[in-house]
T-cell receptor
Framework: DTAVSQTPKYLVTQMGNDKSIKCEQN?????MYWYKQDSKKFLKIMFSYNNKELIINETVPNRFSPKSPDKAHLNLHINSLELGDSAVYFC?????????????FGPGTRLTVL | DAKTTQPPSMDCAEGRAANLPCNHS???????VYWYRQIHSQGPQYIIHGLKNNETNEMASLIITEDRKSSTLILPHATLRDTAVYYCIAPAGNNRKLIWGLGTSLAVNP
């Protein structure tokens, strides 16, 4: 059984388009995250939700909008895609808010903006 | 905010112990040290975490120095499947988010 799943796995799109990445976890966790891993392999947190409420919002352009319809889902919508948005995006979840809780990661979504 | 320092790369022979060091000299008394690894093209995977005492689980052992300024992750019998980037992380900031560095790229050789 997949614990944290993301769709799609690969996403290739043109500059200026709007796209969404979906994330679902079946672990019963109450906290979910979005991370961005760039070409230099730095993994940076973008957002964190606890029980559908935003608790971490890093310095991310407002073209990125997370949406959590329920505790098990955290989707990422990106407007007006730019070349610099090309990266691998990872969703993660944990029981409790992050720092003292093991995080489970999804397989990642490789976004390529042309 | 705690920051961690790790060597960029290490090699280990298959079947031998892999000892991965991490410096976290600015860690505060109540901050845990976490270890994750990322196998190529996969999401990061939790390994172990600790505060003061040494910890062991089915994947690895974590040795933390008494002054808590450094720690070592030990993979007792490394296999080829342990080839990955290993991240030593400490939470930081008021919201306690995990700050990820570039980690140590461990190559386990046959």
């Amino acid at each position: 059984d997949t614990a944290v799943s993301q769709t799609p796995k690969y996403l290739v799109t043109q500059m200026g388009n709007d796209k969404s990445i979906k994330c679902e976890q079946n672990l019963g966790h109450d906290t979910m995250y979005w991370y961005k891993q760039d070409s230099k392999k730095f993994l940076k947190i973008m957002f964190s939700y606890n029980n559908k409420e935003l608790i971490i919002n890093e310095t991310v352009p407002n073209r990125f909008s997370p949406k959590s319809p329920d505790k098990a889902h955290l989707n990422l919508h990106i407007n007006s895609l730019e070349l610099g948005d090309s990266a691998v995006y990872f969703c993660a979840s944990s029981q409790g808010q992050g720092s003292h809780s093991e995080q489970f990661f999804g397989p990642g979504t490789r976004l390529t903006v042309l | 905010d705690a920051k961690t320092t790790q060597p960029p790369s290490m090699d280990c022979a298959e079947g031998r112990a892999a000892n991965l060091p991490c410096n976290h000299s600015t860690i505060s008394g109540n901050e845990y040290v976490y270890w994750y690894r990322q196998i190529h093209s996969q999401g990061p995977q939790y390994i172990i975490h600790g505060l003061k005492n040494n910890e062991t689980n089915e994947m690895a052992s974590l040795i933390i120095t008494e002054d808590r300024k450094s720690s070592t992750l030990i993979l007792p019998h490394a296999t080829l499947r342990d080839t990955a980037v290993y991240y030593c992380i400490a939470p930081a900031g008021n919201n306690r988010k995990l700050i990820w560095g570039l980690g140590t790229s461990l190559a386990v050789n046959p």
